[in-house]
Each structure stands twice: as structure tokens, then as C-alpha cells.
């Protein structure tokens, strides 16, 4: 009988560390594809077993969802340490301790729900849970060390149910206020991203009229330049006109008045010309 013992115990440590190795491996998987969904990677393609891409298929889909898995297996786990483990052993509030710690650096690493103040809350809670087991572990130390406690029992009894609900409305208003400050500076970004906008879009405006303004003055002066074409053709025509009134002969011209008469031509002729 004692060799079959010996196999059959060997055979389900074996089955045992075979599990365990199992959901280190799976637990690993997950934690890499939250980090790598974090930093903002397509965690689709980095795996080439189909297994993987499920995986990571059920975690980009239902993250928010899955995690209420895990929530209920706290809230089983922590009922089935309450049923199962006697309460006289301070192993109870051990077992609660550890648990809540683990879930809550668990929580703190997935920050499983989209709103930040749904996790904070959440912390909170778990936060909560590993005060009462502390405290319940006190209780439990104290009465293995000395059965007449019955007024320090008193007193720890009366400061836990005076001081969890107003831990619990202290965290309240410090989550309303981190919210109502959060709130705040994202209106304060808006603020500054509106304002900024405006005086974008006003400098640019302002690069746009004086850029159009100096377009327009360029073309006047150019136009100044090269001059309007049908004032030359005014100016030649009445070139030509002159040019042939002081080419025909007049009855009685004095030498004086012709030679007045060719300087002032010469002089128009010039001034057309410029």
C-alpha cells in the first residue's frame, strides 16, 4: 500500500505543477499583451499561434467585461475563507489579508475599467478590505495572547464601526474632488487649445491680407513699369499728327516762329516719347 501512496501522491504533485506551470505561462501571455496594448501596439499581429491571436482578440473585445471573472472570483474566494477556515485560527484574517493585497496590486496594474474614477473607487474598496482583515487579525492575535479582552475588544469593535464609514465618506469626497479637478484642467486644455486656435487662425489672417496687400501693390508698380497700351497708342498717334502738321507748308511763317515752332515740337515729341 505504501508504494501505490507514494505514486499516487507523486503522480498529483506532478498534475499539480503541471497546472501551476500552465497558468504561469497563460498569466504571463496576459500580462505581456496588456503591456503591449498600453503602449499602444496592434497585439493582433505580434503572436503567430492562433491561441495567442484569440487571446488577444477576447482582450481587445471584452477587457472591460472579463474582468468581472476576476471579480467574482475574489468575492468567492474570500467567501469560501469564511466559510471553510474556522474562525478561532488567525489564519483566517491571514488568508483575507493576502488575498486582498494581491488583488489589489493586481488591480493596480491592470486598471481594468475605462473611467479612472471606477478604479479608483475600486482601490479604494480593496483598501478597505485590508484594514478590516488587519484589524481582525489584531483581534485574533489578541485573544490567543489573552482571553480577557472583552473591553480592548470593545473599544477596536467601536473605533472599526465608527471609523470605516467615515473613512468610506472621507475617500467619497476626496474622489469627488479629484474628479471636480480633473474636470477642471480638461475645461483649462480646452480653454487654451480654443484660444490658441483663435490666435493661429488670426495670425494668419494677418499673413494673408499683408501678403495680398504686397501682391496688389507689386502688380501696381508693375503695371507703373510696363505702362497702359492704349495710352502709347494715344501718345504715337498724336506723335504723328504733329509730326505731319509741322511737315506741311503755311503761307506766311516767319524764320523765327518756325524755328520757336521746331523747338516746342521737338520738346512735345520728347515728352510723348517719355
Known amino acids: 500500500t505504501e508504494p501505490s501512496l507514494n505514486t499516487n501522491q507523486e503522480q498529483r504533485a506532478k498534475a499539480a ?4 506551470a500552465k497558468m ?4 504571463e501571455r496576459v500580462v505581456n499583451i496588456h503591456k503591449k496594448y498600453v503602449s499602444g501596439e496592434n497585439i493582433q499581429n505580434l503572436s503567430n499561434s492562433r491561441f495567442g491571436r484569440t487571446l488577444a482578440f477576447f482582450y481587445i473585445s471584452y477587457r472591460f467585461a472579463l474582468w468581472e471573472v476576476v471579480e467574482m472570483f475574489r468575492k468567492i474566494s474570500y467567501v469560501a ?8 485560527s488567525s489564519f483566517q484574517s491571514v488568508a483575507a489579508l493576502v488575498l486582498s493585497i494581491f488583488f489589489i496590486i493586481f488591480h493596480l496594474v491592470a486598471l481594468p475599467y475605462k473611467d479612472w474614477s471606477d478604479n479608483l473607487a475600486q482601490g479604494f474598496a480593496l483598501g478597505e478590505i ?5 484589524c481582525g487579525l489584531v483581534l485574533d492575535i489578541h485573544r490567543s495572547i489573552d482571553p480577557f ?5 470593545q473599544t477596536i469593535t467601536n473605533v472599526m464601526i465608527l471609523g470605516f464609514p467615515t473613512l468610506i465618506v472621507v475617500l467619497g469626497i476626496f474622489q469627488a474632488a479629484g474628479s471636480a479637478f480633473q474636470r477642471a484642467q480638461e475645461k483649462q486644455t480646452a480653454l487654451a487649445g480654443i484660444f490658441a486656435r483663435l490666435f493661429c487662425c488670426r495670425r ?6 499683408s501678403t495680398s496687400g504686397h501682391q496688389q501693390q507689386k502688380v501696381v508698380q508693375s503695371r507703373g513699369k510696363i505702362g497702359n497700351p492704349g495710352a502709347k497708342q494715344y501718345s504715337a498717334l498724336k506723335i ?3 509730326v ?18 521746331g523747338r516746342a515740337a521737338s520738346n512735345e515729341i520728347e515728352l510723348a516719347v517719355q
Do not use: N
Open 17 to 20: 505543477s503541471a497546472i501551476l
Open 24 to 27: 504561469k505561462i497563460f498569466s
Open 81 to 88: 475563507i469564511a466559510v471553510y477556515v474556522p474562525a478561532s
Open 130 to 134: 485590508i484594514i478590516a482583515a488587519l
Open 149 to 153: 479582552y472583552y473591553e480592548i475588544e
Open 204 to 209: 494668419c489672417k494677418r499673413s494673408q491680407s
Open 240 to 242: 504723328q499728327k504733329r
Open 244 to 261: 505731319k502738321d509741322l511737315q506741311s507748308p503755311r503761307k506766311s511763317p516767319s524764320s523765327a516762329q518756325e524755328s520757336g515752332d
